[in-house]
């Protein structure tokens, strides 16, 4: 007798169980944006490495991008593109964006370089992404981070 009750005890846990569980969750999370590396050309235009992150749980499409890049406290210039790449859920990828600075942005990069010190930098502005299966959403991005001299690298920043 006991066997049986606890036998279906077993499967009625089980049923339960498997009724709570409709599949994967889809979460629409805000993405994040950020300088993975700038390179300083020879010509004093700069090449940036930005990575754009996807914190939601399913696949979105990054359509536009249009961000503002200060360097210290000196506005540098309008990051802009339409990528058009797809990043799957909780993942990031990275763009590479060719910039003609400010003269006083241009400033500020050298004198970190030459003095082997921290950049900091700011990007703000609004991301445009499609979510899987879902209609286009524009994000707004601010955010404040550093870079740092790429040893061996010159006119590289990480």
Known sequence: ???RFRFALIVLCTLALAACSDGIVKRV??????????????????TVALRLQNYSSMP?????VSLTLTVGD???GTLQAKPAISIGGTS???INLN???????RLVVADALAGNRTLAYGLKGTV???PQEKKQRSFDISGRS???????????LR
């Open 60 to 64: 979105m499409t990054f359509d536009d």
């Open 146 to 156: 550093t870079l740092n001299q790429a040893p061996g690298l010159p006119g590289v």
């Open 92 to 94: 990031a990828d990275v």
């Open 74 to 76: 000196t506005e540098a």
């Open 29 to 46: 999370s805000e993405p994040a944006a950020s300088l993975q590396q700038l390179t300083v050309g020879a010509d004093g235009n700069w």
């Open 1 to 3: 007798m006991f066997h």
């Open 99 to 105: 910039l003609v600075p400010s003269s006083g942005a």
């Open 128 to 130: 445009a992404a499609t």
